[in-house]
């Protein structure tokens, strides 16, 4: 997955950039089973992979990038994005041993059905729920709005 | 609560009935109707306005139903029984942990209050039928107009904070709409700005007033009466429980008062209502006078207990309440003099009424208070509407009184009539209804210790008889002038234009056009809602007519709640002949004076008075400190914005100009001055190398310094998170 | 399992996401690093779901999803609107300062 990951952010080819990270993304829903979201697993690969690629790969043809190599990806602050990412990476995870160290995660915890998340949405999250809702509808009409020809 | 319940078992059963029970239904009718006009209100033959007459109607219906159950109510209970007033709520939504309600809270307070809303409002929309007949923007009023009761109704009879905050926060909507109704004038588009920002200022004290006993009081009533921090009933119990921490409360009644400050347009946030104006005459009468306004001293009423704890009345001294009353009605009613246009005379006294209705609470005289509420709002009504038949129908939609009314009492006598009563009521001349809340106000606030104060009331009193006594004798008598005269068909348009900021030209097109007229009656529309009106300010007062002994003290045995853990222990001022007909001899006082000031200075137009504030400059000092309006408006323009605004823009100017710049330039030029003084005092030949050095110095400065505002995107990003990286690990390392 | 097994998984992702964001050029790249972060986030918000056995973490999730999809809706039609204009998609060459 970390591996994926890395060449998302290095390969020269953009479509290439996005089959890996649909691998990311799959790695991360696997992740979400084995933290016992089901759930938020399925919808992962349902929105993520099923829908969100489909719209990378559009905007990609749509912008006509090439379908291959290519050599000008990358910008002239690969060489600062290193060394940040590299402190960054280390500012947490010092943070992360320090508070966390060796603990473990509840072997016993059951898988968190979707009927308890929908009681939470449904229920003290309405309110981000309908605002969401919002965010969505104008996202759409964004879109169309920005993408339409005229 | 249990204890509660075993109390009512022992007392009398209450009776309810299905208006109380559904009394929820008075403001949701409103509101659909808002919606239906607003939908398929131009299609309809009426344009929409017949959905608001009949929605005004039905919810006075309702209104008037829930009235006589709770009076049956009240007679069911027994003398010293608290009347459990009928809640009912639901739960609106929820959003981490905090629940808000909607829901009812029906006591005599709100029953009153809706009665009076519902009836006001549905004979100004009858009047505005005839008054606004032909505007362009017919149907969006009326759906301001309605959409703006049916606010009203609901935050009178919220059961919680919230709700009432949201009714409130609409009628500072709607008013905003109607007062700019004629927006493309500029006066009016400029004094619905002003409104809705002053009134905006004081809503941030109910914000806080609000949030402060949600989070003070939220733990005191779940716990004893299982209901939220935001329930009115629950506050006013936790209130007079002891409980409350005592800077807490005060701190939370000074914000709520400061809210009512600004909607009930109290010194020192008085300056919208009267530019309030601007809107049209009905929107004035429903909004500024009568309903709108007296919000303020409905929240006071309806969270007395808060105030009542929270600023230590009855605790002997002056409170901030019964100051600021004060000081608001003796200003107002100053100002009231030097006003020519006849709907600011009106709108100055509405303010000095609220400063009764303040002061008679912040004194303990609650019941008054609330009287006067129910008086007021139907003289002053009757006043507006009156004002308004003048202008729309003798005067050419001018609001002059010097300039275009005068001797008006022959060619109008309904409006004339009406308004006499109405003006006696105001000055609060017996029998007419203003004299029994008004002057019990002044009663309760003398026998309740504050002598000071009584006084204040009392001269306010005879400041009113005056004021309107001169804007009386310039209206109806004297000769007739200008417009009223009948000279409006030469009266040419363009001097309309400049005094007619009130009425816009829209109506004054629809209507007038074409029509040779002078003055005459209005129409039924307009007369029959002044009739009634005059009628009910007449008759009014005799609900709580204290003369009379206590079997005429209706309103009180209905309305003001009995001593219990949700309302404090008030005492009533016993009624003395003596003191009224002192009162009484200071109002005529004050009619006779100004009417004897009146009649010389603009009918006979005395040489000693003609001309006296030129004459003696004392005089002329005050008159134009009255006219300039303490120059209130002016200090908060001149002073206050431009103190905030001011600096701000300044100050980022200069940040601009100086620092960003100067970063980027003051290398250079730093070098470059240096290098100037360099070549100017070393001998160039020798340090040439120098200079030439620090010319290169300056240039790679200036080319490290310039890459940093590239523009570029994802150079920012890279700044930004190598920035964000360093602060963390700096945060890690000194938290391990 | 450990926490912190999550919890490295998810930084390390970050991080990359990251690196991606100020390396990149083109703007769909750049969109896709912004999603490593955010599926970041979303490991640490079902970690700790888990560790304190509440469902509010995932409910967050589920919100970052949608809010996500939008954020990548939105995005790609202002990328396309920018290819339109300057028949590129190279965020360096879209600095109008002159500098």
Known sequence: ?150 | MNLFASESEVLAPLVSGWFLEHAWLIPVVPAIAFALIILIGKRLPMKGSELGVLSMLSSLVLAAGAGYQWIQRTNSATEEQFVEPVIKSWSWWRSGGFDFGIGQHIDGLSVLVLIVVAFISTLVQIYSLEYLRGDRRYTHFFAALTLFSGGMLAMVLADNMMLFLLGWEIMGLCSFMLIGHWWEDDANSRAALKAFFTVRTGDAGLLVGITILYFSANNWTQEHLGVSGFSIRGISAWALSGAPNSTVITIAAVALFIACIGKSGQFPLHTWLPDAMAGPTPVSSLLHSSTMVVAGVYLVARLYPVFFVGLNILGGGGNLIMIIGAITIVISAALAFVQNDIKRVLAYSTVSQLGYMMLGLGAGAWMPAVFHIFTHAFFKACLFLGAGSISHSASHHSFDMKRDMGGLRKVMPITFITWIISTLALCGVFPFSGFFSKDEIIDNVGHNGYTNFMIIGLIGAFMTAAYMTRATYLTFFGEPRGASAGHSAHDSHEAHATHDVHDSLATHDAHDSGEAHGPHESGLLITVPLMILSVLALGSGFLNATPFGESWERMKLWVEPRHSEFAPELHHAPFMWSKASLSLVIVFAGIAISWLISSRLFTKRDPRLVGLTQRVKLLGLGHKFLVNKYYLDAFYEKVIVRSIAYPIASAAYWFNQNVLDGILHGFANATRKLSVWVYKNIDQRVVDATVNNSAAFTKSVGTAAQPTQSGKVSQYGALLFSAAAVAALVLVIINT | MFVNQFLFLAAVLFCIGVYGVVARKNAVLMLMSIELILNSVNINLLTFALRNGSTDGHVFALYIIAVAAAEVGVGLGLVLLVYRNKKTISVDDLSEMRG
């Open chain 1, 1 to 150: 997955m970390i591996v994926a990951a890395l060449r998302v952010v290095t390969t020269n080819n953009v479509v290439h950039a996005a089959l890996w990270l649909v691998v990311v993304l799959a790695g991360a829903a696997a992740q979400y089973i084995l933290l016992a979201a089901e759930f938020v697993a399925v919808t992962q690969v349902l929105v993520y992979i099923g829908a969100v690629m489909v719209l990378f790969l559009f905007g990609t043809m749509l912008t006509r990038a090439r379908i291959g190599a290519e050599s000008d990806l990358n910008n002239s602050y690969k060489k600062l994005g290193i060394p940040v990412a590299l402190v960054m990476l280390a500012a947490m995870g010092l943070a992360l041993i320090s508070s966390f160290g060796v603990e473990k995660l509840p072997q016993t915890a059951t898988v968190v059905s979707s009927q308890e998340i929908s009681d939470q949405i449904f229920g003290p999250y309405l309110l981000p729920f309908w605002a969401l809702s919002f965010v969505l509808l104008a996202a759409v009409v964004g879109a169309i709005v920005l993408a339409r020809k005229d």
